[in-house]
């Protein structure tokens, strides 16, 4: 029953306390009693008892700052709970405060309390719910610890969280549909073990929710041919599955292989020894949902790049990947001798780095097989595909020659090369090409012993009509060291030029070959209907000459040939040049500059100089006249010469203009015009 208005209790709200008033913390909890009704429990006072209490006193409001009235007057000392039955629902925001009144002495003011009010948001498109609620005071009793419970749909509720703030984000719930899912609080008081209860909330939710991807521990190559890998569980409950994930740069795409029940799986890899494997491992929920593999949580199978001995120093070193996102984190790499009959291991070093240089004694012939192992603090390791090497006794090599190159085609120039196979095949045997003109080299080759004695390589990135090329090879001993004799040899390159039918002006570069001794050059010319060799001898250029004017008017290809000796076997070895291909083209029309049509044999007729015919001309037009600019002579025939008649009369002597058009087959145009003289 209200009795009373108190105004000035919103006063004591702000701590703001009336004389004859005494502030203690008795007020304890509010529990929300379904839609309208809220229970109220509290302790007895200090200093109060059955002898000195007249009664209690509970007050309330629908505001923090008041006005409140008393809603009940209790008079029984042991009775310290009250159900107040609201007029608005439990939705709504209400404000209480006890005090407590003895016989004598002043009143005991409590804490003012209100009950806790849950409010539901579904995020994320109704995958998250998000829970906000008030504090049962502004000034916490206690160390407050709110208990979460959840009810989907008709299953029984169930505790999902404690929280001591006042928001908390859901997103353990399972359900593959939409359904109701309910929210409410507990606070339990730890002095009386009262409990407060909230309001509920609900809204419709569903689990999108991926769930979170699990910690791998490690990725092991086995046999050189088989990867494990083990991951822990992961951190939600609803995982139905785990798939396993592969990807292999430059490509970024993630390929599926399989899915896994357990935590743990052994698989035949494909090429898991040749370059760089990352795999990652995704869970995959009851609704179907999956984190999907991202290389922030990937794991690189160790790629032992290089596993290189060296014999002078008596060492190996390793050269290997960096193993990725090992969690706990990566404490370093064992490198691990693998005896492969009896399966003994042994730690040959521990290093934090990912190379190392490792001292080992070789025997000759004896096999070495190692592999790298990554490990972390508490146990996790991974290990690398197995690598194996033979030791060996150095053995330096004797003999190495570039034994001839020679020209195969405009782009192509074959080299023959031998190297000694009875070094050690540690040796290096490289083959070098320098552009003469640039000075630019390039490495061709690299062999060993083991692909000798003779080779046969076609270098196919030159241009054999423009460039001199030289060849060069150097042997590295089995300690590093460059052998002193370094063989070398030379292209030829010809060029030439035909200024006139018949004539052929032919130059060549110098032929070298340290292998072999030099002889003589022999220059061969191809014509349509012959092939001759056209010189012998040592110099370096030559002038040919074909007198048959038909031949001469046609195409003539050209190759020098170096002939040389091998000193030792007495082989006889050519080297080819490129082939040039020459044919006459008429650059100039030349006129004498008088002539005399006196009939003594000497001058009589006026026409070209140059040797014409149907190989160098297609049309041809000549043009004579006087001084007036009257044509006195036209012809289209290069075989025919002006006379000096003029309509069959002998034409007056004096000065005269010419003028000239031939076309060739190439199709060059050649205009010539001035004048002439006749002389009588």
């Known amino acids: 029953?209200?009795?009373?208005?108190?105004?000035?209790?919103?006063?004591?709200?702000?701590?703001?306390?009336?004389?004859?008033?005494?502030?203690?913390?008795?007020?304890?909890?509010?529990?929300?009693?379904?839609?309208?009704?809220?229970?109220?429990?509290?302790?007895?006072?200090?200093?109060?008892?059955?002898?000195?209490?007249?009664?209690?006193?509970?007050?309330?409001?629908?505001?923090?700052?008041?006005?409140?009235?008393?809603?009940?007057?209790?008079?029984?000392?042991?009775?310290?709970?009250?159900?107040?039955?609201?007029?608005?629902?439990?939705?709504?925001?209400?404000?209480?405060?006890?005090?407590?009144?003895?016989?004598?002495?002043?009143?005991?003011?409590?804490?003012?309390?209100?009950?806790?009010?849950?409010?539901?948001?579904?995020?994320?498109?109704?995958?998250?719910?998000?829970?906000?609620?008030?504090?049962?005071?502004e000034m916490p009793l206690y160390p407050f610890e709110y208990q979460i419970y959840r009810k989907i749909g008709a299953l029984p509720e169930i505790p999902i969280a404690s929280e001591q703030e006042t928001q908390y984000y859901d997103t353990s719930f399972h359900n593959c549909v939409f359904e109701t899912i309910t929210y409410y609080l507990k606070l339990v008081d730890p002095e009386t073990q009262g409990v407060s209860i909230s309001t509920s909330g609900a809204e419709e939710l569903k689990d999108i929710t991926q769930p979170r991807i699990p910690n791998v521990k490690s990725v092991t190559v086995i046999n050189n041919n088989q990867v494990q890998i083990s991951w822990d569980r992961s951190p939600d409950s609803d995982v139905a599955e785990?798939?396993?994930?592969?990807?292999?740069?430059?490509?970024?795409?993630?390929?599926?292989?399989?899915?896994?029940?357990?935590?743990?799986?052994?698989?035949?890899?494909?090429?898991?020894?040749?370059?760089?494997?990352?795999?990652?491992?995704?869970?995959?929920?009851?609704?179907?949902?999956?984190?999907?593999?991202?290389?922030?949580?990937?794991?690189?199978?160790?790629?032992?790049?290089?596993?290189?001995?060296?014999?002078?120093?008596?060492?190996?070193?390793f050269d290997w990947s960096d193993y990725i996102n090992m969690n706990p984190p990566l404490q370093g790499y064992r490198i691990i001798e693998i005896d492969l009959n009896s399966g003994t291991e042994t730690i040959k070093a521990t290093t934090p780095d990912s190379e190392y240089t490792l001292a080992e004694s070789f025997q000759n012939g004896v096999t070495y097989c190692y592999f790298i192992e990554a490990f972390n603090d508490v146990g996790y390791t991974s290990t690398s595909c197995t690598q194996c090497i033979t030791g060996y006794k150095p053995v330096s090599p004797d003999t190495l020659a570039i034994t001839n190159v020679s020209v195969d085609a405009p782009q192509e120039i074959r080299i023959e090369w031998y190297v000694d196979t009875a070094a050690n095949r540690s040796t290096l045997y490289r083959l070098y090409r320098e552009t003469l003109s640039s000075g630019t080299r390039i490495r061709l080759r690299e062999s060993s012993p083991a692909e000798g004695p003779q080779l046969i390589i076609h270098d196919a990135s030159v241009t054999t009509e423009a460039e001199t090329y030289r060849y060069f090879s150097e042997a590295i001993d089995t300690c590093g060291n460059l052998m002193p004799y370094h063989p070398e040899a030379t292209t030829i390159l010809l060029k030439g030029e035909s200024g006139l039918p018949g004539i052929y002006t032919l130059k060549w570069s110098e032929a070298s070959n340290s292998s072999s001794h030099f002889q003589e050059y022999l220059v061969v010319?191809?014509?349509?209907?012959?092939?001759?060799?056209?010189?012998?001898?040592?110099?370096?250029?030559?002038?040919?000459?074909?007198?048959?004017p038909f031949a001469a008017a046609g195409e003539a290809v050209f190759f020098v040939i170096a002939r040389y000796e091998d000193p030792f076997s007495l082989t006889k070895r050519l080297s080819y040049s490129n082939r040039i291909t020459l044919s006459p083209e008429m650059k100039m029309l030349n006129f004498p500059n008088a002539f005399t049509p006196n009939q003594?044999?000497?001058?009589?007729?006026?026409?070209?100089?140059?040797?014409?015919?149907?190989?160098?001309?297609?049309?041809?037009?000549?043009?004579?006249?006087?001084?007036?600019g009257k044509r006195c002579y036209q012809s289209t025939n290069y075989t025919e010469r002006w006379d000096g008649k003029i309509e069959g009369n002998p034409a007056p002597a004096g000065l005269y203009n010419f003028k000239a058009v031939l076309k060739t087959p190439q199709g060059s145009e050649i205009i010539r015009q001035g004048a002439i003289v006749l002389i009588k």
């Open 525 to 548: 010319r191809m014509l349509e209907t012959s092939i001759d060799t056209v010189y012998k001898g040592t110099a370096l250029s030559f002038t040919d000459e074909v007198s048959d």
């Open 600 to 628: 003594d044999g000497l001058n009589d007729t006026f026409g070209p100089e140059n040797l014409l015919n149907d190989y160098n001309v297609q049309e041809y037009q000549l043009e004579i006249y006087d001084r007036w």
């Open 242 to 317: 785990y798939q396993v994930y592969e990807n292999r740069p430059p490509n970024l795409e993630w390929f599926f292989l399989f899915p896994v029940i357990g935590t743990d799986t052994l698989f035949n890899g494909d090429n898991i020894c040749d370059g760089e494997v990352n795999y990652a491992v995704s869970a995959v929920d009851f609704c179907g949902n999956i984190d999907p593999p991202v290389y922030e949580f990937a794991h690189r199978v160790i790629d032992l790049q290089v596993i290189e001995p060296e014999i002078c120093d008596q060492t190996i070193f």
């Open 1 to 137: 029953m209200r009795v009373k208005i108190y105004l000035f209790f919103a006063a004591i709200m702000a701590a703001q306390l009336a004389p004859g008033q005494v502030y203690e913390h008795y007020f304890r909890t509010l529990s929300v009693n379904g839609t309208m009704d809220i229970l109220l429990e509290w302790k007895i006072p200090e200093g109060i008892n059955s002898s000195n209490f007249t009664h209690y006193n509970i007050l309330h409001s629908d505001e923090r700052t008041g006005p409140f009235e008393i809603i009940f007057e209790g008079t029984v000392l042991a009775n310290t709970s009250y159900l107040h039955q609201t007029d608005n629902g439990t939705d709504a925001p209400h404000y209480y405060f006890i005090s407590t009144h003895p016989i004598a002495g002043d009143s005991i003011i409590s804490d003012t309390l209100t009950h806790i009010r849950v409010k539901v948001r579904a995020l994320a498109s109704a995958s998250i719910a998000q829970l906000t609620w008030n504090p049962i005071t």
